[in-house]
């Protein structure tokens, strides 16, 4: 690979070959990130709505603390 890029310039190399990757790419990377970032907010829905569950479960068992366990 190195013998490739040995005779360009500098600018081939940072610039020109990035923005074909980007071109060629940037579709599959786009998918790619919106689904993690899917993902992720899914996650947290799930985290959030089962901690609000396990908040609301142990207020009643709390407040009904009087009567004998089951």
């Known amino acids: 690979m190195k013998e490739i890029f040995a005779g360009l310039p500098w600018w081939v ?27 992720l907010f899914k996650a947290l829905i799930f985290v959030a709505l089962v901690a609000g569950l396990v908040y609301v479960v142990r207020k009643f068992t709390s407040s009904s603390s009087s009567r004998s366990d089951w």
């Open 13 to 39: 190399k940072w610039v020109a070959v990035p923005v074909i990757a980007l071109v060629v790419f940037g579709g599959l990377i786009a998918s790619v990130v919106g689904f993690v970032i899917g993902l």
